[in-house]
C-alpha cells in the first residue's frame, strides 16, 4: 500500500475508528441495548471497507452473512412475540 492515495489513507482511517468505537465496551453496551449485535456491526463494518477497497468478493460474502444474520434474527425475534 505503498502508493495508496491519500483520500484512501484518511477514508482507511475512518474505518479503523470505527472499528476501534465498535470495540468500545460504552459503545458496545449502547448497541446492545438498541439490539445490535456488536460484532455482526463490526462485520458489516469490515464488509463496506472491502467494497471501498475493490475487494467485492470478500465484501458480497461478508455483506451476505450479515443479511442472513439480520434476518434471522428477526425471524426468531417475531417467533418469540407471536
Known amino acids: 500500500m505503498a502508493d495508496e492515495s491519500l483520500a484512501m489513507k484518511e477514508l482507511r482511517e475512518v474505518?479503523?475508528?470505527?472499528?476501534?468505537?465498535l470495540k468500545n465496551p460504552d459503545v458496545g453496551a449502547e448497541l446492545t441495548a438498541r439490539g445490535v449485535n456488536t460484532?455482526?456491526?463490526i462485520v458489516a463494518a469490515e464488509?463496506?471497507?472491502a467494497y471501498v477497497e475493490g475487494d467485492k468478493d470478500?465484501?458480497?460474502e461478508d455483506f451476505e452473512t450479515v443479511a442472513?444474520?439480520?434476518a434471522a434474527r428477526l425471524?426468531?425475534?417475531k417467533e418469540k412475540t407471536s
Not at 474505518?15 to 468505537?21: A, S
Open 15 to 21: 474505518f479503523e475508528d470505527l472499528d476501534t468505537l
Open 39 to 41: 460484532s455482526l456491526a
Open 47 to 49: 464488509a463496506l471497507l
Open 58 to 60: 470478500r465484501a458480497a
Open 68 to 70: 442472513e444474520e439480520i
Open 75 to 77: 425471524a426468531s425475534a
